[in-house]
């Protein structure tokens, strides 16, 4: 197994793959957390490629190689603008999969925490996604925006914008937000993961929408799969881990 360190279009990111593999062989495109780094999910990656899947693992605008060492606070007001730059990355790094002779693969997305928020917003912008994986991540941007908001107020911290500058901001979001318009979702296979005691991203939330979308899967339930964990915070076991990389590699195979 090869862990790779590249740079694709100013992107840096580790490509894993074996020698098993070739330009027909699956990929997924995985994504990390706030605060977090590629390598941080390495063995979200070492499962996929035992499983026969190529994996990309880029970092994140502000995160990993690309910190300007920002305060959390800083890093906080400027979430949603990683979010969205991180959408319209994952699409440089598909047109670069294009170029570099993978087009015949299929592609899977995948993240966790503010990972699986961008997976989200992916499944909401691109077609050319086969399958998803969101662990820990909410599909509704706007409702999220608006729940850490209010956390923040609470907080006593000081928003830097105001009432008008903040309706523009979620108007921008609700472009991104796939609960907006569920049917792009298109009877893909996704798999949700999610803790009951998550307090950074409400499992409610999630669950809701997912169980308005299992009517959209009548025909294929099996596509749509939602693992809840009645003990778990923020954090995926290895039980979860297993599930979502072995359903990602069952899906695009």
Not at 16 to 31: A, E, G, H, R
Not at 32 to 43: C, D, P, T
Not at 133 to 142: F, L, W
């Amino acid at each position: 197994m090869y862990v790779q360190d590249d740079m694709w279009k100013g992107i840096p990111l580790l490509h894993v793959y074996d020698n098993s593999m070739n330009k027909q062989t699956p990929v997924v495109i995985f994504l990390h957390g706030f605060q977090s780094a590629k390598e941080h999910n390495l063995h979200y990656a070492y499962q996929l490629v035992q499983n026969g899947v190529r994996v990309i693992m880029p970092d994140a605008h502000l995160h990993g190689v690309r910190s300007e060492n920002l305060s959390g606070v800083d890093m906080n007001m400027r979430f949603w603008e990683i979010v969205v730059n991180s959408i319209h990355e994952v699409n440089t790094i598909y047109e670069e999969l294009k170029a570099r002779g993978y087009s015949d693969s299929s592609i899977g997305i995948a993240g966790s925490s503010m990972g699986g928020i961008v997976a989200a917003g992916c499944l909401n912008s691109y077609d050319w996604i086969n399958a998803a994986a969101i662990c820990m991540g909410a599909p509704g941007y706007v409702e999220l925006a608006n729940w850490q908001l209010n956390q923040f107020e609470a907080s006593g911290i000081k928003l830097p914008f105001d009432e008008k500058q903040k309706e523009e901001i979620l108007n921008h979001l609700a472009e991104y937000d796939i609960t907006k318009n569920p049917k792009r979702f298109n009877q893909r296979p996704v798999i949700f993961w999610h803790g009951h005691k998550d307090g950074t991203v409400p499992f409610k939330n999630t669950y809701h929408f997912y169980s308005q979308m299992r009517s959209h899967y009548e025909q294929s339930p099996e596509k749509l799969v939602f693992i809840e964990s009645k003990t778990s915070g923020h954090k995926v076991p290895r039980s979860g881990v297993l599930a979502v990389t072995s359903f990602l590699s069952q899906h695009l195979a």
